[in-house]
């Protein structure tokens, strides 16, 4: 069976374009659509209350488009609004947390002592203890060191990608990890992926860091097919569309640097 519908993805803004380029290189025959929640950018700042209800308010948003599946594009929304997702959409729900945690365990899964696993990500997300329960449940053995990053998403969403006071911020920021010794560091925000540069730059070319997009990729291959009908091959070319809540021109601006062809699509405004 084949399902021509497209999947829906969400964010807060432009940090889950990240994991849309990973999956439309990944899956070129199924259509996406994206959408950033700008109006109400950060989530990581918000409570567990409100991340519920933004998630469940973008979701019937997507789900009124007609999407077959749906990608938690978000780490926050992941930690704090998958379990209210899930039992209010009546299609699957495919979050970032599950899979990061798995692709790190795998890193430290063949070492004979304890795993050392950082996580980085929003307040929100860190303060949920999403990442740690996660991988206790994978490995009990492993070690968990958190830190949230506050700056990271502004930076990122500011296009201050390559600024020079990017470089003093993330060192200052990371300190504390800095004489942590870790096996793999998870980028626990989908938005830090785009710093991904500098931060290993910062924390030594030597640690593994964990980039969800990846990992998210993986796991939508094996709902494909199983829990959500694929696309039919070698149809239309994939379709792309985006939607946002606030400053279209702002949202296609950054994305230009992320998503190959993005400056010939149309970004719609859209109000939740």
Request: with cysteine.
């Amino acid at each position: 069976m084949f399902d021509p519908r497209p999947i829906g993805i969400f964010d807060s803004g432009v940090g889950g374009l990240t994991v849309l380029d990973a999956l439309v290189r990944r899956f070129p025959d199924e259509g996406f659509i994206y959408l950033g929640d700008t109006a109400r950018v950060p989530y990581g700042t918000k409570s567990a209350r409100t991340v519920e209800r933004y998630s469940v308010q973008v979701a019937d948003c997507l789900l009124r488009r007609g999407v077959k599946g749906l990608v938690v594009a978000c780490n926050t929304a992941s930690a704090l609004g998958l379990g209210a997702l899930r039992a209010h959409c009546t299609t699957p729900v495919l979050g970032v947390i599950e899979p990061g945690c798995r692709k790190a365990s795998g890193i430290t899964a063949g070492l004979s002592r304890p795993g050392r696993v950082g996580v980085i990500g929003t307040r929100s997300t860190v303060a949920s203890g999403a990442y740690p329960d996660h991988l206790a449940d994978l490995d009990p053995r492993i070690r968990v060191i958190s830190l949230a990053c506050p700056m990271f998403v502004p930076l990122v969403e500011e296009g201050w990608l390559d600024h020079p006071a990017v470089r003093l911020i993330v060192e200052e920021t990371l300190a504390p990890l800095r004489s942590q010794p870790m096996d793999a560091l998870i980028l626990g925000c989908t938005h830090y992926p785009l710093l991904a540069p500098v931060i290993s730059a910062v924390m030594g070319p030597e640690l593994t860091l964990v980039d969800s997009s990846s990992a998210v990729a993986e796991e939508l291959g094996n709902y494909l097919g199983g829990v959500i009908a694929p696309a039919p091959p070698g149809g239309e070319a994939r379709k792309v569309e985006f939607l946002v809540t606030d400053v279209a021109d702002r949202f296609k601006e950054m994305a230009t640097r992320f998503i190959a062809g993005m400056d010939e699509a149309m970004v719609e405004m859209v109000d939740l």
